[in-house]
């Protein structure tokens, strides 16, 4: 089995009141290419943070362990770097940014990626037909490309912005951070189809959820029960359906 | 600290001209100079801002005539690329003095133009005897242009430009505009001040807008003076009933700056906007002062200035509004904010509300931060280089003053002066930071 993302021995912590509080304590975990992986697990287990120590958020200090990307130390490279290899992670609270034009934020970002990639520029016309194209999949309307970034979206529109940049800057990896949360039921519909819409055998996910419904649309390869900053299981999806039923009570007490 | 500080600055540097004036006004002026001298920040208004810049000098007239082709190819490099902005009727002064060759002879229909040494009118607005700096203008005025808009007049957009040309260090220029618009009438006014090959001058504007009932006067203006120049403008607005004036300042340029305004609304349900932003580095001073009095009632006025302070740069606003006892239904509002990117970079504050109205809506706020991080890694996880993101940044925070300016085509100069600036400025100060 060939390996997109490999993490061996994770540990990070965050800075609390100055003292560093340890978060991640030995994530182990493998992602094959074009497969979808699924993380669930109780609040504060350290879901949230692996997604962002993968994007290389620097609030984060990674005190053990490794993450290869492609075979290449991910963790020595810029969060910038990251997106250019490959890794999208869709942020459970998408950031508000005023006065930068939705439009503009994902012609740059989109060109910032491919000349990363030695991929030529889109220029305006090219950059609206694709962006076009990729709002209407997920039935977007058009001003929202001309409002500022997130600013006064609705939660679940936020969240679409989410899977149009996702779309726009074809990853291969895409890391998920509870992008279902708070969305209703047909929102959830279009944001999965956004997801499948990307399934090629170049493009793996790393879905974080709490819900079996956003699973259901999505089929998971694999699915990884995290509890108290490791994994603690891994399975099919049947571990998905059982977590839905009985909770996580049974998993943590054979962890502990 | 312990040193006594003068209670006024020496008027050496312009001595010699101050000397030498003629006529009521200038002489007025001069002996209000004479009994003040310049503001030193033992003068309230002026606690923030030091002229000690202008000291230890002796200031000469700017010399008459300009190199003419020298003075076309630095208009083609300072006005805006903008083709619908090239074709707008423009006046032009170089050297603080009015050049006829290069302004626009055909203006709009009801609207006039006469340049001030040909009809010298100081007119009523300006208070030479309270400001010391208007007094300098008015003691030393040279020229400048008076514009005047007939009633029921949209006379659209003119572009205003002072140009420093190939001026050596010690020279001061002190052109004094008024702008004249009749009941109903419209203009908008695009006010550059730039430099071409020009060293450590001195531009000394004023300007007196008188804004009858019902006319709407819109006022931008890109200051970006040569690096030494020290730039000292004052501006008086006289709004009537259900009149606006609108105005907007960007300041990018000079070593020590100061754009002082003093609006009055002296007519029922007019509105004022003064709103600006400045985009300093290295140890450049850049001062927005504002006096925005209410003298009758239902009367608006908005204000918000946003700075962006890199290196050891610093700011200074002063904002004071005055709701006089008669302006009932008053609705103001004032912010200033600053967005700090070196530990050396400064902000001064002072807002100020004086209220003799019981029946008023009147707010204020300020604050000061760095660039937000999780707006910083959000731009980066998306594939954007630090350096480009913090320019985003820079640029987003600035944007939405500009866009609080109504007309679309005078927003999109501005845009385009700001996205100039910050590709030059911003990448070079981050990186050095």
């Known amino acids: 089995m ?67 990307f492609k075979g290449e130390d991910l963790l020595a490279m810029e969060p910038e770097e990251r997106a250019a290899a490959g890794i999208f992670l869709a942020f459970q609270t998408p950031v508000e940014l005023p006065g930068v034009n939705n439009a503009n934020f994902l012609r740059t970002a989109v060109n910032a ?40 979206f609705s939660g679940g529109e936020k969240k679409r912005n989410e899977v149009l940049q996702m779309t726009m800057l074809q990853p291969t990896l895409a890391i998920l951070d509870e992008t279902d949360s708070g969305l209703d039921v047909d929102a959830l519909r279009i944001v999965a189809e956004g997801v499948q819409n990307l399934r090629s055998p170049d493009f793996s996910a790393l879905v974080i959820t709490h819900h079996q419904k956003l699973l259901d649309y999505l089929g998971p390869d694999r699915v990884h029960v995290m509890a108290k900053g490791r994994v603690i299981r891994s399975g099919g999806p049947e571990l998905a359906k059982q977590i839905n039923e009985e909770g996580y009570a049974a998993f943590l007490k054979e962890a502990a | 600290m312990n040193a006594i500080a003068p209670i006024t600055l020496s008027l050496e540097p312009f001595a010699a001209r101050l000397s030498d004036v003629k006529g009521e006004d200038r002489k007025a002026a001069a002996g209000a100079l004479a009994r003040t001298g310049l503001p030193t920040p033992r003068v309230e208004a002026w606690h923030y801002t030091n002229l000690r810049a202008l000291s230890g000098r002796i200031f000469s007239d700017a010399p008459v005539g300009f190199d003419e082709s020298a003075a076309q190819a630095a208009l083609a490099r300072i006005l805006p690329p903008d083709a619908a902005i090239a074709a707008l009727p423009r006046l032009v002064l170089v050297n603080g003095r009015f050049a006829p060759s290069l302004s626009s002879t055909d203006l709009p229909e009801g609207v006039s133009c006469t340049s001030f040494v040909q009809s010298p009118d100081f007119g009523i607005l300006a208070s030479p005897d309270r400001e010391g700096m208007v007094a300098l203008n008015t003691a030393l005025a040279d020229d400048g242009v008076q514009v005047t808009v007939a009633p029921g007049t949209q ?33 908008s006014v695009i006010e550059i001040a730039a430099s071409e090959n020009a060293g450590a001058y001195l531009h000394n504007p004023v300007l ?32 009537a009933v259900r009149a606006a004036y609108d105005s907007f300042t960007l300041g990018l340029g000079s070593v020590l ?28 001073v850049g001062d927005i002062t504002s006096v925005i009095a209410h003298a009758a009632p239902d009367c608006i006025s908005r204000q918000t200035v946003r ?78 280089p630090d350096d480009q993101a913090r320019q985003m940044l820079v640029e987003a925070f600035l944007v939405e003053t500009v866009d609080l300016v109504e007309d679309e085509a005078l927003r999109t100069v501005l845009h385009q002066a700001l996205a100039a600036a910050l590709s030059q400025r911003v990448g070079a100060a981050e990186k050095t930071a």
Do not use: W
Request: glycine share 8%; aromatic share 4%.
């Open chain 1, 2 to 68: 060939s390996e997109l993302l490999k993490i061996s021995g994770l540990h990070a912590s965050i800075d609390a009141d100055g003292a560093p509080k340890e978060i991640l304590r030995g994530v182990d975990l493998v992602i094959p290419p074009g497969e979808v992986h699924a993380i669930m697990g109780p609040n504060g287990c350290g879901k949230s943070t692996l997604s962002y120590v993968l994007a290389g958020r620097e609030d984060y200090e990674v005190t053990a362990g490794s993450a290869l």
């Open chain 1, 113 to 152: 990626v491919r000349r990363a990639r030695n991929a030529p520029e889109l220029d305006a016309v090219g950059f609206l037909k694709a962006v076009r194209a990729a709002t209407k999949n997920l039935s977007m309307a058009d001003d929202m490309l001309k409002r500022n970034v997130n600013v006064g």
């Open chain 2, 155 to 187: 006379a659209g957009q003119v572009v205003l430009v002072s140009l420093a040309l190939g001026t050596e260090s010690d020279v001061s220029f002190h052109p004094r505009h008024s702008i004249t618009l009749g009941e109903e009438a419209s203009l």
């Open chain 2, 208 to 239: 007196t807008c008188a804004i009858a009932e019902k006319a709407h006067l819109t006022h931008v203006k890109i200051q970006q003076e040569a690096e030494n120049a020290v730039h000292l403008a004052t501006v008086y607005a006289d709004i």
């Open chain 2, 257 to 284: 700056a100061r754009h002082e305004v003093h609006a009055t609304m002296h007519g029922d349900h007019a509105a004022v906007h003064v709103n600006g932003a400045q985009l300093l580095a290295a140890s450049q």
């Open chain 2, 307 to 384: 700075n962006v302070l890199s290196d050891r740069a610093r700011a200074v606003f002063q904002g004071k509004v005055l709701v006089e006892r008669v302006a009932q239904k008053t609705d103001g509002y004032q912010m200033n904010q600053a967005l700090l990117l070196s530990p050396s970079a400064e902000i001064n504050a002072k807002p100020e509300l004086e209220i003799y109205a019981d029946d008023v809506k009147c707010s204020h706020g300020a604050t000061v931060g760095a660039l937000d991080d999780d707006q910083l890694f959000y731009l980066r996880s998306r594939g954007i």
